[in-house]
């Protein structure tokens, strides 16, 4: 269920835009920060709100890297592959990230904490080796400091 | 931490006290002078003529000229008009945006009132890549301190002039750079980008008219307008006027950015200002401008960074993000990694481009594994030249011109593999 609260924020995004349909990215923003991700019923409920059909939430939704349509793990790390990071060591230490986290490509830890991922550019070019910690970035990286990094998630 | 650039000038000076960042520590600094100047003392149509004037060239990647984007707004229409700022910067190699965001928001917020007064815009929206959270947070804070100080929203510094920002985060879609992409975005669906026309000044956020800006473009117009077009002219080249931000990456001592004017030559840029390439190593290629730019081969460095001179070698300024690659560079890998990129940002809606970035991968991904055959450099170039030019948006073009960048100066690297059966760069970086 979207919460009162969520619900609330997305009004007002609504309110600040000419078309109701425009605050359709904000509001998966908004309640995906409260429940993790867009599960078939929140798209029904988020249809109703923008009076469409939940299928073209579901659209929307798995148009963008950024939203999930299935339950995820408490932290979302990605470290960029790009070229610019990848001249700089980005892919040797994500392969010694999986190995510590002991995941496979795109897995996740087997007690649900982290989902450990590669991104494309995240405009950090010259700060690489880095990555994306949910909505932090750890940049100028060795394997110590993102190890250290990984341990202060919960 | 993020650092400020290197070299600074006028959009960058101040990036490093703190206060810059705050209105008042901005005001301090000169800040809303110029807004205040273009809304009390010069009509729409003045502003419209000093930024044309100017020569300013928008920095988000195609160079055209901002006054005579502006000029396309109708002025006979009784529809609400937009502003768009295109803050979704996503182009590998290019981080300038994001400074510009953090450090100076108030600047580029200035902008957009003088670009709103000229083109009699009620609303803008900023559009910032979801990935940047601590930017839009800090963007948000200054527009909040921004409304609060009456520089936005109802009658702007006691003129009688309206205008809204309303800030809006993307959700990791390149794609969405793409201006009529970025638009349907906005309007809450799929990244699609539309077909052209109608362009944005007629038909573009929410069917109203619209002008798309980068977030540079806008901050260099409070300085246009406080200091003059032939000041403007005074800096870079004739064709290409003022100063930009450059982001060098890759195999350099000091990788950053760099704000220099345009026409620096790009050998200055990386040995000069950058510190040159370490461990004793040499260039072996640049891309001079975001991943989309074709590559330069080590003795084409001495090529001023304007669009006028790079087109003569094949490429463009683009974002104006330089990634350089050392001798121990595999440029197969790169193609790899260039068109892997391609391949994921796809939007998919034109066949040659969902089907042929996909092909450009396969085959270099095949050529890097030593499983090429020589005629798969005839098959990249033939896919390459039917991609571009063919599709709705330019996205398709961005995929191809790399590889043809790569076939053009480093087909011996991609023979090699072929001959050997496997790469035979073993000191290159690891894919």
Redesign the interface.
């Known amino acids: 269920m979207i919460s009162e609260q969520a619900r609330a924020r997305i009004d007002e995004a609504i309110s600040k835009l000419p078309a109701r349909r425009g605050a359709l990215l904000p509001a998966l923003h908004i309640v995906q920060e409260e429940l993790g991700h867009i599960s078939p019923e929140t798209a029904r409920e988020l249809g109703e709100l923008f009076e469409i059909h939940p299928v073209e939430v579901m659209e929307v939704v798995s148009f963008y890297n950024m939203f999930y349509a299935e339950p995820q793990s408490r932290h979302h790390v990605y470290v960029c592959t790009n070229l610019p990071c990848s001249l700089r060591g980005a892919r040797v230490l994500y392969e010694q990230l999986e190995a510590h986290l002991e995941v496979d490509e795109n897995g996740n830890t087997a007690d649900g904490r982290i989902h450990l991922g590669h991104e494309e550019c995240l405009g950090a070019c010259a700060y690489a080796p880095m990555m994306r910690v949910d909505d932090r970035y750890c940049e100028d990286l060795d394997l110590d400091k993102a190890k250290r990094a990984l341990e202060e998630l919960e | 931490?993020l650092?400020v650039p290197y070299v600074t000038g006028y959009l960058t000076e101040r990036f490093a006290d703190d206060d810059f960042a705050t209105l008042e520590g901005y005001e301090r600094a000169g800040g809303y002078r110029a807004a205040r100047k273009a809304l009390t003392e010069m009509a729409p149509a003045d502003v419209i003529e000093l930024v044309k004037g100017s020569g300013l060239q928008g920095r988000g990647g195609a160079g055209f000229s901002a006054g005579l984007k502006w000029s396309f707004m109708p002025t006979d229409t009784d529809q609400?008009k937009y502003l768009v700022c295109n803050a979704d910067?996503?182009?590998?190699?290019?981080?300038k945006?994001?400074i510009l965001l953090e450090r100076g928001a108030h600047q580029m917020l200035e902008g957009i009132l003088i670009a709103a007064w000229a083109t009699g815009a009620e609303?803008t929206f900023i559009y910032i890549?979801?990935?940047?959270?601590?930017p839009a947070r800090e963007l948000q804070r200054c527009v909040d301190e921004a409304y609060a100080k009456r520089y936005l929203g109802e009658n702007v510094m006691g003129t009688g002039f309206r205008h809204?920002v309303?800030v809006?985060?993307?959700?990791?879609?390149?794609i969405c750079g793409e201006e009529t992409g970025l638009l349907e975005?906005?309007?809450?669906?799929?990244?699609q980008p539309r077909k052209k026309p109608p362009f944005p000044a007629q038909y573009g956020?929410?069917g109203?008219p619209t002008t798309v800006n980068n977030v540079e473009t806008f901050s260099h117009v409070p300085h246009i307008v406080e200091r003059g077009a032939d000041w403007f002219r005074g800096i870079g080249t004739e064709k290409s006027p003022g100063n930009t931000v450059f982001?060098?990456?890759?195999?350099v001592e000091r990788?950053?950015?760099y704000e220099l004017p345009l026409g620096t030559r790009l050998d200055e840029i990386i040995f000069e200002h950058a510190g040159g390439v370490p461990n004793g190593r040499k260039v072996k290629g640049v891309?001079p401008g975001g991943?989309s730019m074709p590559i330069l081969p080590a003795g084409q460095l001495d090529v001023p960074m304007a669009n006028e001179a790079l087109r003569e070698r094949k490429t463009m300024l683009g974002t104006g993000?330089i990634?350089v690659?050392d001798d121990t560079?595999c440029m197969v890998r790169?193609a790899c990694?260039?068109t892997y990129?391609f391949r994921?940002?796809s939007?998919g809606q034109c066949t040659q481009c969902r089907e042929g970035t996909g092909w450009l991968n396969k085959i270099v991904n095949r050529i890097e594994r030593g499983a090429g055959e020589p005629e798969d450099l005839a098959i990249l170039v033939d896919i390459a030249g039917k991609m571009e030019g063919q599709t709705i948006c330019a996205f398709a073009d961005a995929a191809a011109w790399p590889v043809q960048g790569l076939m053009r100066h480093f087909r011996a690297d991609f023979e090699a593999h072929i001959e050997h059966k496997k790469c035979p760069f073993s000191e290159s970086?690891?894919?």
Do not use: Q
């Open positions: 931490m650092k609400p910067e996503s182009e590998p190699g290019s981080f945006d994001r609303k890549r979801g990935e940047y959270a601590h809204d309303v809006t985060r993307g959700a990791g879609a390149y975005s906005l309007e809450g669906k799929k990244g956020a929410f109203m982001g060098v990456s890759g195999h990788p950053g950015l891309i991943m993000g990634m690659m560079t790169v990694v260039i990129f994921d940002e939007c970086f690891a894919l």
